[in-house]
């Protein structure tokens, strides 16, 4: 004889899986409507920007940097071997101590045409050291176009080119673009693609942030490429001075002030190795994560977004590997893992990322929860956020 309670927890364990396989499909298919419609909007401002406007303008690259010295070399010539008739390169040494300014100096011998800027101390109370350091730089610049860009990124030679026709031609105030990610360990190869390329794709609505529509508002720091006249106009980075995700707070200005922005693909412009341990990948990712919890704390709807973000997610990346070990609908748990390699397969193929990162999905999924975990509870301790030797 089965207990009623016992029958009733029955009951409701049955009821949840069905639900949950019901919530895997439905969002495994608009995962993958969403990364299609992503795919042929990038495809076409591929297109649109085919062709070279008929005048470029001149563009001025900002590259702030702090303790890069392993990077700056090949990151600062990189761009001064830009295929573009009218650039400026400028670097701010933001107080580096591991060699970068030496680097800087030699590399300013080398190539004359290279500015490059000294700063000492602390950005001022209330600043960002980031976005101290690039506001020196617009300050120092002469372009058309301001490009900041990070000291550990690679362009190639046609980078600015193509920065520049796909912002002409979306009419695009602020341009952003994602590069590709340079992996080597495997703690790189499982965590960053997924969290820098895959998420984007299939989270994000590339055409309707272009249109203005939505409440979605992403940009990458890594190539972000602004209208000097409207940036400065809305105050440029002393406007967001205290925003620890600089990016992202840049292009919700320009938003605000009802400027068009993009965010593209930009895999064929430039490269970045963001990460080179494991270490590296876990503490950098737990500040951006622990900085997005901060912000989004402050909504209106956080407290309820963040259980049903977790049970989504949980629906897509891990209940279907449970279920597959645990329980007796197997078939149902493997038409929902093929859905999900199926959808990593499509723009791991897009991004031309080796193939073994499908097989890796559940990994990176399940390291992203234990991020999220790891982040809560340091969030939950008031532990302060440390970055390039500086405290938030």
Not at 87 to 102: A, I, K, P, Q
Not at 127 to 134: D, P, R
Not at 372 to 388: D, F, V
Request: hydrophobic letters at 45%; proline letters at 4%.
């Amino acid at each position: 004889m089965v207990f009623p309670t016992k029958r009733l927890l029955h009951q409701v364990r049955d009821d949840l899986q069905r639900l949950s396989h019901l919530m895997a499909f439905v969002l495994l298919t608009l995962l993958g409507a969403r990364l299609w419609s992503n795919l042929r909007f990038l495809r076409w401002v591929r297109d649109q920007a085919a062709e070279p406007s008929v005048r470029l303008p001149r563009v001025s690259v900002l590259i702030p940097a702090r303790n890069e010295a392993a990077t700056i070399s090949s990151c600062v010539t990189s761009l001064l071997q830009q295929r573009y008739p009218d650039l400026e390169v400028m670097v701010l040494d933001d107080g580096s101590t591991d060699g970068t300014r030496r680097q800087l100096e030699a590399l300013k011998v080398q190539y004359p045409q290279l500015t490059v800027i000294h700063a000492t101390g602390d950005p001022p109370p209330g600043w960002n050291g980031k976005s101290f350091a690039c506001l020196r730089l617009a300050e120092r610049a002469t372009g058309d176009w301001l490009l900041f860009t990070d000291a550990d990124t690679i362009h190639e030679p046609h980078s600015v080119a193509q920065g520049i026709t796909q912002a002409v031609a979306l009419d695009a105030a602020l341009l952003s673009a994602c590069p590709y990610q340079r992996t080597n360990t495997w703690s790189e190869r499982i965590i960053v693609s997924f969290i820098l390329d895959f998420m984007p794709l299939v989270a994000l609505n590339f055409k309707a942030m272009w249109h203005g529509n939505g409440r979605q508002v992403v940009a990458n720091g890594q190539y972000l490429l602004v209208h000097a006249a409207s940036y400065r106009a809305l105050g440029g980075h002393a406007s967001i001075q205290s925003a620890l995700i600089d990016d992202f707070a840049l292009a919700q200005r320009f938003r605000t002030a009802g400027y068009t922005i993009a965010l593209v693909d930009g895999t064929a412009m430039l490269s970045c190795r963001m990460y080179h341990t494991f270490r590296e990948v876990w503490d950098g990712f737990s500040k951006n994560l622990l900085l997005a919890l901060t912000s989004s704390s402050r909504g209106k709807y956080a407290l309820w977004r963040a259980p049903l973000f977790a049970w989504c997610y949980a629906c897509v990346f891990v209940l279907p590997f449970f279920n597959l070990v645990f329980s007796e609908r197997k078939a149902l748990a493997r038409v929902e893992i093929c859905g999900l390699f199926l959808v990593r397969g499509l723009a791991v193929r897009h991004l031309r990322r080796p193939l073994d990162e499908v097989l890796t999905t559940p990994l990176a999924a399940w390291g992203v929860m234990a991020l999220g975990m790891g982040t809560l509870y340091r969030r939950w301790r008031k532990r302060p956020i440390a970055w390039k030797g500086r405290r938030y």
